[in-house]
């Protein structure tokens, strides 16, 4: 069962959050204020609008200015910071790592590793080992697979068979 198609929330990402007037609600919004306030007094009564809408706007850039100022002195920034270069996978190397477990015919020699201690240096030699002999193994039976299909398909004649010979003693 497919799920309903809906329009999607207008208000959604929008810098303003939550309700968004477009120019249609102003106008009737307009239009009301104007059979209701009167001609007379319409000019006045926006430029109150105005002023109130310009000091809870500047009363928010101030409340937002001063979580800013809060959340760098706790340190939320440096942590956040940390989490997003955490969840780089660049940072940690892991593209490094998948290339140098690819197995897409790169001969490439992956960067020399860090001194270990021996038996981890050993380990780490024979799987490096067993993953060249895997790779070999893997690359001549595909040339010999491939040979197979490419050679012409002849059907040898069944050799005849030796003529026995009695051993008289």
Same mark, same amino acid.
């Given at each position: 069962m497919r799920p309903k198609?809906?329009?999607p929330d207008p208000t959604v990402g929008h810098p303003a959050g939550g309700y968004v007037i477009g120019w249609t609600e102003i106008m009737v919004i307009g239009i009301v204020a104007l059979i209701v306030v009167g001609p007379k007094d319409l000019p006045g009564?926006?430029?109150e609008v105005g002023r109130f809408t310009g000091k809870v706007r500047g009363m928010a850039r101030e409340f937002s200015r001063a979580m800013d100022e809060a959340a760098d002195q706790s340190?939320?920034?440096d942590m956040a910071k940390t989490l997003r270069t955490a969840s780089n996978p660049k940072a940690y190397g892991?593209?490094?790592?998948?290339?140098?477990t690819s197995l897409d015919g790169d001969d490439e020699k992956p960067a020399p590793a860090k001194p270990?201690?021996? $038996?981890?240096q050993k380990l780490a030699e024979d799987r490096a080992e067993a993953a060249r002999k895997l790779r070999q193994e893997t690359a001549e039976r595909a040339a010999a697979r491939k040979a197979e299909t490419t050679a012409p398909a002849v059907d040898p004649a069944?050799?005849?068979p030796a003529p026995e010979q $009695?051993?008289?003693?």
């Open positions: 198609k809906t329009k009564l926006f430029r340190g939320v920034n892991i593209d490094a790592l998948k290339k140098a270990m201690g021996t $038996e981890t069944p050799a005849a $009695e051993n008289k003693v």
